[in-house]
């Protein structure tokens, strides 16, 4: 007999299915054992008549049964006369409690049992979202004419400079784990002119905050023949719309589950200069911020909540930071050459995504560098490409795991990372 999945027993009515699943839980009334079987989609309640033996929670079943509607059961439907074969036993209960609605259990010890934590209806339904955001950002731009890559995740200089990079043995030569694939998103627009990719990134950074980690997954993209920053950020913002309908489309059951309200993003998202915000935000605080030369996160938060107010939207973009602040590839503001052409675009007060117009003349770069003081040497591969020509390019990343606990409403970024690293943890 050819296995139904949970959420297919409504078109079964009367006819005998097979369901394959862990046993999520049971409990005895009168004479009646009630079993749930959870499996990919959902759950399904099995009656038996009597008492079965004791199987812990989690032990593989195959079961056979007659499909009946019973409106006071899950979903309405609920299977009789079952035949029950274990596939494979749990050897004992579950380290954390699966069968309630949420796990009761802290956050470092769901963590530490992710293996199974990660079995719980809500903890799959999170990053089933993260699942659906990740098709909807390859669709995304997939239809504008991009070309996915995959980067090398070892490498023989830092992206960016600074000492925030793992450092790894490669066979006898020093090498680093990538912060990021921005130099060769850059190298492939010469060959592409439009390029996306997914994958882990590294960063050493000694946070230990709810918003970071030392591994994450990094969406970018870069595309070439750009006219300024603002032709990037309107690639962003449909990259993002598309991941917001993909979260819908594809993750319908996941979202209904952990109720998240999933956004509109607007045809244009507002956007707002950083010294302009920075003087809205001192105005309405009294904090002196102006001048500094990033926001802290309570100023994203106000900023998150400013842009509700006055324009009705979960989104803000953010314009010309400080060059200071940006990696040594930025393009400054032509008219005011301490500032960018890069921005950020904010999410309900976090930012999420990170872009900008890059250099693409390879004089710019050596001068850029030799103000950075950063040797040219280990950059000579990615120098190369603009020695031989480059068009005005730019780019953006975006976190994925930031991404989806802003959308799911979880309070850590670790509650969306399968397996999370950071300063403490390197296992499961």
Do not use: C
Not at 267 to 288: C, K, N, W, Y
Not at 364 to 388: I, M, S
Request: hydrophobic share 40%; no cysteine.
């Amino acid at each position: 007999m050819q296995r139904t999945y949970t959420d297919e027993l409504s078109g079964h009515v009367g006819r005998r299915v097979r369901l394959a699943g862990w046993l999520h839980h049971q409990r005895r009334l009168s004479r009646l054992t009630f079993l749930l079987l959870r499996d990919a989609r959902g759950l399904a309640q099995i009656v038996v008549d009597g008492e079965p033996p004791h199987w812990h929670a989690e032990t593989v079943l195959e079961v056979e049964g007659t499909v009946v509607a019973v409106e006071q059961a899950p979903g309405g439907i609920e299977l009789h006369d079952p035949e029950i074969r274990v596939v494979s036993p749990a050897a004992e209960p579950p380290p954390v409690e699966l069968r309630r609605p949420r796990l009761k259990e802290q956050l470092a010890t769901i963590l530490d049992h992710a293996p199974v934590a990660l079995r719980h209806p809500r903890e799959r339904a999170k990053l089933r979202i993260a699942a659906a955001s990740i098709a909807g950002f390859r669709g995304a731009l997939d239809r504008l004419g991009f070309v996915e890559i995959q980067t090398p995740k070892l490498v023989g200089a830092a992206t960016e400079g600074g000492a925030n990079v793992f450092a790894v043995d490669y066979f006898g030569r020093k090498a680093y784990l990538a912060q990021s694939p921005q130099l060769y998103k850059q190298i492939l627009v010469g060959v592409f002119e439009r390029v996306y990719t997914t994958g882990p990134a590294f960063r050493a950074e000694p946070h230990d905050t709810g918003r970071h980690l030392a591994e994450y997954v990094s969406l970018d993209a870069e595309l070439g023949f750009v006219r300024d920053h603002r032709d990037v950020m309107r690639v962003a913002r449909d990259t993002v719309a598309g991941m917001t309908d993909a979260v819908r489309d594809r993750a319908a059951d996941a979202v209904a589950l952990l109720d998240v309200d999933v956004p509109q993003v607007p045809a244009e998202i507002p956007s707002l200069d950083f010294v302009e915000a920075q003087e809205a935000i001192e105005r309405a605080t009294g904090e002196p911020v102006v001048g500094e030369p990033d926001f802290a996160p309570a100023h994203e938060r106000w900023l998150g909540e400013w842009v509700r107010a006055e324009h009705g939207s979960e989104f803000l973009f953010v314009t010309g930071y400080p060059m200071e602040k940006r990696p040594f590839y930025t393009y400054p503001d032509p008219e005011r050459p301490a500032f960018s052409r890069g921005f950020d675009l904010l999410f309900r007060g976090l930012e999420i995504v990170t872009g900008g117009q890059r250099l693409h003349r390879h004089e710019d770069y050596v001068a850029a560098l030799d103000e950075r003081g950063l040797d040219a040497a280990p950059f000579a591969g990615y120098l190369e490409a603009f020695r031989h020509g480059m068009p005005p390019h730019g780019g953006f990343a975006l976190g994925l795991e930031r991404w989806a606990a802003r959308l799911v409403g979880a309070a850590n970024v670790r509650e969306t990372a399968l397996f999370p690293r950071d300063r403490s943890r390197l296992l499961p």
